[in-house]
């Protein structure tokens, strides 16, 4: 029984995301192989090399891989398939993408979203946001998997001793080919990878006042800066600094939300912070009932007063 992990990365390093699938392959029993599909993506292959409790790294080179089109990963992951019990993907944009394509061409279900492993065959997931667990056994002679990363610690980054084994790329589709890409530049944390979040709901009133209120904040606590779906349909905030069940998955050490409500949607996406703090002036917002710490007042007072202090 041999797991293997398709690592996100950027063909220098490995992603946040990959170390916590890794542990969740760990769990499935057997070896865990990580397959790095990439374009002079050697730094990349070296740095999962590293990585604890890794037995063996697939390097696939080529200019197909350069992008990270889904199409020609799939390609290369189905190639390999046969080899492996349990094909593991972090459940992030990238993850989201490939996965359901491998698992349609092997013609098995997909097991999404897990945030633990009872078996090898059986896997628990949260459905209705987050309300109640789900437990899902799988008799697929091979499972593919995305992890919530959320649910699972980080392997060591370091201390690992993994051959590299270099194995010849799959052909580029002639079906895709790579456009462009807008590439947003933030020299804040990245979101899912975030150790402190603040984040800001719909009370802010504009994108100048979430700003003004927030940004202090977050440069004073070193913080990667979040929102409510509320704040981010209203245009306070862009569309990648979404936290919840329709956004990004996160799980701080500290979470700040600041006139946020707390609707099942968001808390499906941040009640796993080790610490949560909110701030607002409705004391029967839903948020106080995940806080660990809660302050009913006036976020536009308070905030400021906030940053001051600290």
Do not use: R, W
């Given at each position: 029984m041999t797991s293997l992990v398709v690592a996100e990365h950027d063909n220098a390093g490995i992603k946040p995301s990959t170390l916590?699938?890794?542990?969740?392959?760990?769990?499935?029993?057997?070896?865990v192989h990580v397959l790095v599909a990439?374009?002079?993506?050697?730094?990349?292959?070296?740095?999962?090399?590293?990585?604890?409790?890794?037995?063996?790294?697939?390097?696939?080179?080529?200019?197909?891989?350069?992008?990270?089109?889904?199409?020609?990963?799939?390609?290369?992951?189905?190639?390999?398939?046969?080899?492996?019990?349990?094909?593991?993907?972090?459940a992030t944009a990238v993850g989201k993408n490939i996965a359901p394509r491998v698992a349609a061409k092997l013609d098995v279900a997909q097991i999404s979203d897990i945030t633990k492993v009872d078996s090898p065959d059986t896997f628990e997931r949260p459905i209705y946001a987050g309300n109640a667990i789900a437990t899902v056994q799988s008799g697929d002679a091979i499972k593919v998997i995305t992890v919530r990363t959320t649910g699972f610690d980080a392997a060591p980054a370091a201390g690992g001793s993994a051959a590299v084994d270099?194995?010849?790329?799959?052909a580029a589709s002639a079906d895709v080919s790579f456009l462009g890409s807008e590439i947003a530049k933030n020299d804040r944390p990245e979101l899912t990878a975030a150790k402190i979040i603040v984040s800001g709901g719909r009370a802010l009133g504009s994108n100048e006042k979430?700003?003004?209120?927030?940004?202090?904040?977050?440069?004073?606590l070193g913080a990667a800066m979040g929102a409510s779906r509320a704040a981010v349909d209203a245009g306070y905030a862009p569309n990648d600094w979404q936290v919840g069940q329709t956004g990004k998955i996160v799980a701080p050490q500290l979470y700040v939300a600041?006139?946020?409500?707390?609707?099942?949607?968001?808390?499906?996406?941040?009640?796993?912070?080790?610490?949560?703090?909110?701030?607002?002036?409705?004391?029967?917002?839903?948020i106080f009932s995940v806080a660990d710490y809660g302050l009913e007042a006036d976020l536009f007072v308070a905030v400021p007063d906030l940053v001051a202090a600290l």
């Open positions: 916590n699938t890794i542990t969740a392959a760990a769990q499935c029993g057997g070896d990439g374009h002079n993506a050697g730094a990349a292959a070296a740095a999962a090399a590293a990585i604890g409790g890794v037995a063996k790294v697939i390097h696939a080179d080529s200019p197909a891989f350069a992008n990270g089109l889904a199409e020609n990963v799939t390609a290369q992951v189905v190639s390999m398939a046969g080899k492996y019990s349990h094909i593991l993907f972090p270099v194995q010849a790329a799959q979430f700003m003004e209120v927030m940004t202090p904040l977050a440069d004073k600041c006139g946020i409500s707390g609707a099942i949607q968001h808390l499906a996406g941040m009640k796993d912070s080790k610490v949560i703090v909110a701030i607002n002036k409705d004391a029967e917002a839903p």
